[in-house]
C-alpha cells in the first residue's frame, strides 16, 4: 500500500516567508509525528498527534512554529516568517498506533528539503 | 548531555569485516529500543528493534543493557549495501521517538 507521502519535496522561500508542509500519512494509522533534520544533525522532534487527543507541542522550537491534524488524516505544519536557521528536511512520521502502547514502527515520509534564503 | 549519544564515525570497514555501534542513552525511564538506517538524502527506516535478551536478524545483532543504559549494533560480514548511517533510538511512554546523530558506515571493496 502506499506509505507517508510529503509535499513538496523541496521548498524554497525568503527569509520572513511563511510556508505550509503537508503530509499525508498511511491510511488508518492513528499517530502523526513531525520531524526535523538539520545539516549534520540528528532528527529532532517537532510535534505529535495521537488520535483526538491534545498535540504533544512540546518540540516545538518557537511560536512561529504550529501544525495541525484535520480528521484525524492528513497534517499541515506551518511555519511563520521563516528565518535561515528554519532551513533543514521536514520528515513525517505516522505509527498505527501511538508510543504508549508497545512496539509502534514509524514509518517515515521522504521529507520537505526547506531552504530559507 | 544528549539524550542518546553516538559516537558518529565515519566508520570505514572492508568488505566482510564486523564492525559495532554504541549508543547510552541518559533518561532511565526509557522503554523501547530501536537501531533505524537512514541512507544518504533518504528517510530513515527501521533496522531492527533492540530487546535486553538480545536479538539478531541475519548478519544484525542488537543488545539492549539497561543497567548500563548502553545499546549496540553488530553487523557482521559487512556488505557493500550496509554502508549508510545508523541511528539510535529510544522512546518513553506516550513520546515520540528520540534520536541519536547516527554513526556513518562506509563500507568498501
Known amino acids: 500500500g502506499a506509505g507517508v507521502s510529503q509535499s513538496p519535496s523541496n521548498k524554497v522561500t525568503e527569509k520572513g516567508k511563511d510556508v505550509e508542509l503537508r503530509c499525508d500519512p498511511i491510511?488508518?494509522?492513528?499517530?502523526l509525528y513531525w520531524y526535523r533534520q538539520s545539516l549534520g544533525q540528528g532528527l529532532e522532534f517537532l510535534i505529535y498527534?495521537?488520535?483526538?487527543?491534545?498535540p504533544d507541542k512540546s518540540g516545538l522550537p518557537s511560536d512561529r512554529f504550529s501544525a495541525e491534524r484535520t480528521g484525524g488524516s492528513v497534517s499541515t505544519l506551518t511555519i511563520q516568517r521563516t528565518q535561515q536557521e528554519d532551513s533543514a528536511v521536514y520528515l513525517c512520521a505516522s505509527s498505527l498506533w501511538g508510543t504508549g502502547m508497545g512496539y509502534n514502527e514509524q514509518f517515515f515520509g521522504p521529507g520537505t528539503r526547506l531552504t530559507v534564503l | 548531555r544528549k539524550e542518546v549519544e553516538q559516537d558518529p564515525g565515519p566508520f570505514n570497514v572492508p568488505e566482510g569485516a564486523t564492525v559495532a555501534f554504541n549508543c547510552t542513552y541518559s533518561?532511565?525511564?526509557?522503554?523501547?529500543f530501536f537501531w533505524y538506517r537512514q541512507d544518504c538524502r533518504k528517510e530513515p527506516k527501521l533496522l531492527m528493534s533492540v530487546y535486553s535478551s538480545g536479538n539478531e536478524d541475519g548478519r544484525f545483532t542488537a543488545q539492549l543493557n539497561r543497567a548500563s543504559q548502553y545499546i549496540s549494533l553488530l553487523i557482521r560480514d559487512s556488505k557493500l549495501s550496509d554502508s549508510a548511517t545508523y541511528l539510535c533510538v529510544v522512546t518513553q511512554a506516550g513520546t515520540a521517538l528520540i534520536f541519536g546523530k547516527g554513526t556513518t558506515l562506509s563500507v568498501s571493496s
Open positions: 498527534f495521537q488520535g483526538n487527543s491534545a
Open positions: 491510511s488508518g494509522h492513528t499517530a
Open positions: 533518561n532511565s525511564a526509557s522503554q523501547s
